[in-house]
Structures are given as structure tokens and as C-alpha cells.
């Protein structure tokens, strides 16, 4: 199965890369890209509430994935495993990308491997909370 898979990483915008056998996607890459941007800004538009700066760019978004099918599977983190709104991120995140047109299925995945710490803060998050450690 073909899959574009975007990685986050602190202060490096993620890569689309193809992980399929040597082959890219069956979507076009000009649309490819497109649906990518508009995932990454759907997930800008969900926030934390106990912090002012969105998800993706705290780097609770370990992972994307869209498959051939467009469904999208997304692994994410929390700040703290005991967030008050564990129950609560992984259906705003859903519906935050299902609005995305192009987008089939949406599957999101709480994980906690890596923890997360402040260094997968975007630099634009951390002039945000004016965090430069």
C-alpha cells in the first residue's frame, strides 16, 4: 500500500515522503500537496486549552499518513497523559481534518512513545509562550 507520511520533528516543518514500495502515490502530487497543507492548517486551528499555541505547533502531531484511499491516520500526543481533555483532543482533531476536501477517513491515535517534552516546540511556539530554554 502506498502512503504519503509526514513526520514532525521540533523546528523542522515536516516532509511529505512516499513509504511505499519504491512508488509514489496514487494521488497527484499537486493535490497531494495541497491536501497536506490543508491538514497541517486544519491542525493549527486546534488548541490546547491550557496553552495558547495550537497542537502542531507544540508537536503533539507525531505523524500523518495518507493513504492512496485518502483515509488519514494521525498519531498524537498530549502534553501530559493526564491532559483533562484526553477524551475530548482526538475527536477535535478528527473533525478539524475531515474538513479538509479530499480527505476520506480520519483515524487519530493517542500514543504516548515518545513522551512529549518542550523540545518538540516550533520555534513559533516558543516565542508564543516566550520559552527559550
Same mark, same amino acid.
Given at each position: 500500500?502506498?502512503?504519503?507520511?509526514?513526520?514532525? &520533528?521540533?523546528?523542522?516543518?515536516?516532509?511529505?515522503?512516499?513509504?511505499?514500495?519504491?512508488?509514489?502515490?496514487?494521488?497527484?502530487?499537486?493535490?497531494?500537496?495541497?491536501?497536506?497543507?490543508?491538514?497541517? &492548517? &486544519?491542525?493549527?486551528?486546534?488548541?490546547?486549552?491550557?496553552?495558547?499555541?495550537?497542537?502542531?505547533?507544540?508537536?503533539?502531531?507525531?505523524?500523518?499518513?495518507?493513504?492512496?484511499?485518502?483515509?488519514?491516520?494521525?498519531? *498524537?500526543?498530549?502534553? &501530559?497523559? =493526564?491532559?483533562?481533555?484526553?477524551?475530548? *483532543?482526538?475527536?477535535?482533531?478528527?473533525?478539524?481534518?475531515?474538513?479538509?476536501?479530499?480527505?476520506?477517513?480520519?483515524?487519530?491515535? %493517542?500514543?504516548?512513545?515518545?513522551?512529549?517534552? %518542550?523540545?518538540?516546540?516550533?520555534?513559533?511556539?516558543?516565542?508564543?509562550?516566550?520559552?527559550? =530554554?
Amino acid at each position: 500500500m502506498d502512503e504519503t507520511t509526514l513526520e514532525s &520533528a521540533p523546528d523542522v516543518a515536516p516532509d511529505a515522503t512516499s513509504s511505499g514500495e519504491g512508488q509514489g502515490s496514487a494521488i497527484p502530487q499537486e493535490e497531494l500537496d495541497r491536501i497536506t497543507d490543508d491538514i497541517i &492548517a &486544519a491542525l493549527k486551528t486546534v488548541y490546547d486549552p491550557e496553552i495558547p499555541v495550537d497542537i502542531y505547533e507544540l508537536g503533539l502531531i507525531y505523524r500523518i499518513d495518507i493513504d492512496d484511499d485518502r483515509t488519514v491516520d494521525i498519531d *498524537m500526543t498530549l502534553t &501530559a497523559p =493526564g491532559c483533562p481533555v484526553a477524551g475530548e *483532543m482526538p475527536g477535535w482533531v478528527e473533525n478539524a481534518v475531515s474538513t479538509v476536501e479530499g480527505v476520506g477517513d480520519v483515524r487519530v491515535r %493517542m500514543v504516548f512513545d515518545p513522551p512529549w517534552d %518542550m523540545s518538540r516546540m516550533s520555534d513559533e511556539a516558543r516565542v508564543a509562550l516566550d520559552f527559550f =530554554g
